[in-house]
């Protein structure tokens, strides 16, 4: 007689688990196994919507995750082959591998393109369903603004007949992710349990006084995530407001005493008098030098009109420096 659970002896999923341990194997079959059971398939399958509901995909997302999980053979039926060989790929393959496998995910319509109207989807989905928690700023009336900022991060070289809008190329795509690298982070997690603290959906808590006017506040919590995602984790935790030219004045001498009293890295946001805002991350507490100090962890941002990140080349030492002069007249 025949063994029922004889391995499976597709190359791909022999070459695949491979990059597992026993136990990760054993993990992963745990995993399939009560996934299957609420899929009412005899344990042999995982169901779409039992799928989307563990990790908390929904929509067109969810969907094309789905598509490519399952190798694209629109059966609706999601085998444990296909989940080992897809978590290879995509947590464990190369940084090539695993970007290749984002790019196409962000394909949503899967037409072979991705346009603007794909990540837009993408980033909707981000915004309302990952990380959109009670009572957070999250699906506000400005969401579209805000999804646009980082839409307006990519760029579209592609002209195609067969395509109905511009559409990125690979190198768009990761020139993208390099200015909005905590998009990346959570495109490059989705398939991770999302109660496990899945990266790239961790949002600083933003600190204000109860008096202040909120609206007068540039850090938005969006433009907090954005920011925070060239951060460490134990970074990405209290957020305390420190000074703010409409409560404290336009004194730089009280801005330079509220920043300078603080020991740890602090982020300088400005909004000019054309509605840009911008500012820089600050990894050293603030200290009069002669010269510039600092490391490579400092960086510049982008906030509006659109968002970016702008990490030190390496070029320069060029990186944090304040200094007051005072003339005396005669």
Same mark, same amino acid.
């Given at each position: 007689?025949?063994?029922?659970?004889?391995?499976?002896?597709?190359?791909?999923?022999?070459?695949?688990?491979?990059?597992?341990?026993?136990?990760?194997? @054993?993990?992963?079959? /745990?995993?399939?196994?009560?996934?299957?059971?609420? !899929? @009412?398939?005899?344990? &042999?399958? =995982? !169901?779409?919507?039992?799928? +989307?509901? $563990?990790?908390?995909?929904?929509?067109?997302?969810?969907?094309?995750?789905?598509?490519?999980?399952? +190798?694209?053979?629109?059966? @609706?039926?999601?085998?444990?082959?296909?989940?080992?060989?897809?978590?290879?790929?995509?947590?464990?393959?190369? &940084?090539?591998?695993?970007?290749?496998? =984002?790019?196409?995910?962000?394909?949503?319509?899967?037409?072979?393109?991705?346009?603007?109207?794909?990540?837009?989807?993408?980033?909707?989905?981000?915004?309302?369903?990952?990380?959109?928690?009670?009572?957070?700023?999250? #699906?506000? /009336?400005?969401? @579209?603004?805000?999804?646009?900022?980082?839409?307006?991060?990519?760029?579209? !070289?592609?002209?195609?007949?067969?395509?109905?809008?511009?559409?990125?190329?690979?190198?768009?795509? *990761?020139?993208?992710?390099?200015?909005?690298?905590?998009?990346?982070?959570?495109?490059?997690?989705?398939?991770?349990?999302?109660?496990?603290?899945?990266?790239?959906?961790?949002?600083?808590?933003?600190?204000?006084? &109860?008096?202040?006017?909120?609206?007068?506040?540039?850090?938005?919590?969006?433009?907090?995530?954005?920011?925070?995602?060239?951060? !460490?984790?134990?970074?990405?935790?209290?957020?305390?407001?420190?000074?703010?030219?409409?409560?404290?004045?336009?004194?730089?001498?009280?801005?330079?005493?509220?920043?300078?009293?603080?020991?740890?890295?602090?982020?300088?946001?400005? &909004?000019?008098?054309?509605?840009?805002?911008?500012?820089? $991350?600050?990894?050293?507490?603030?200290?009069?030098?002669?010269?510039?100090?600092?490391?490579?962890?400092?960086?510049?941002? +982008?906030?509006?009109?659109?968002?970016?990140?702008?990490?030190?080349? #390496?070029?320069?030492?060029?990186? +944090?420096?304040?200094?007051?002069?005072?003339? *005396?007249?005669?």
């Amino acid at each position: 007689m025949g063994n029922a659970h004889s391995p499976p002896t597709d190359p791909q999923y022999v070459s695949s688990s491979r990059a597992f341990t026993q136990k990760g194997l @054993q993990d992963l079959r /745990s995993l399939f196994n009560s996934l299957a059971s609420q !899929s @009412q398939s005899n344990g &042999k399958f =995982i !169901s779409p919507s039992v799928f +989307q509901s $563990y990790f908390k995909l929904h929509g067109p997302i969810g969907e094309r995750m789905f598509d490519l999980v399952t +190798q694209e053979r629109k059966d @609706q039926k999601l085998t444990f082959e296909d989940l080992v060989i897809t978590k290879a790929t995509y947590e464990k393959g190369t &940084k090539d591998e695993i970007e290749e496998f =984002i790019f196409r995910l962000l394909d949503v319509s899967g037409d072979g393109f991705v346009g603007r109207s794909d990540l837009e989807s993408v980033m909707n989905a981000i915004f309302t369903n990952m990380l959109c928690k009670e009572g957070s700023e999250f #699906g506000s /009336s400005s969401h @579209q603004d805000i999804v646009n900022i980082f839409l307006n991060a990519a760029n579209f !070289s592609i002209h195609d007949e067969n395509c109905t809008e511009e559409a990125m190329s690979f190198e768009d795509f *990761r020139s993208w992710c390099s200015h909005l690298p905590t998009v990346r982070k959570l495109l490059g997690s989705l398939l991770l349990p999302p109660d496990s603290g899945r990266p790239g959906t961790q949002i600083p808590n933003l600190l204000t006084p &109860k008096d202040i006017d909120s609206n007068t506040v540039l850090l938005r919590k969006e433009y907090a995530w954005h920011i925070g995602g060239a951060l !460490s984790q134990h970074e990405l935790e209290d957020w305390k407001l420190l000074y703010h030219s409409s409560v404290n004045g336009l004194s730089f001498s009280t801005f330079l005493g509220n920043i300078s009293n603080h020991k740890g890295p602090t982020v300088l946001i400005i &909004k000019d008098k054309d509605g840009y805002i911008y500012g820089g $991350y600050a990894s050293q507490q603030w200290e009069r030098h002669a010269e510039f100090y600092g490391d490579m962890k400092c960086y510049l941002f +982008q906030l509006n009109p659109k968002a970016s990140i702008f990490r030190p080349t #390496g070029a320069n030492n060029n990186l +944090q420096w304040v200094k007051i002069c005072f003339f *005396r007249i005669f």
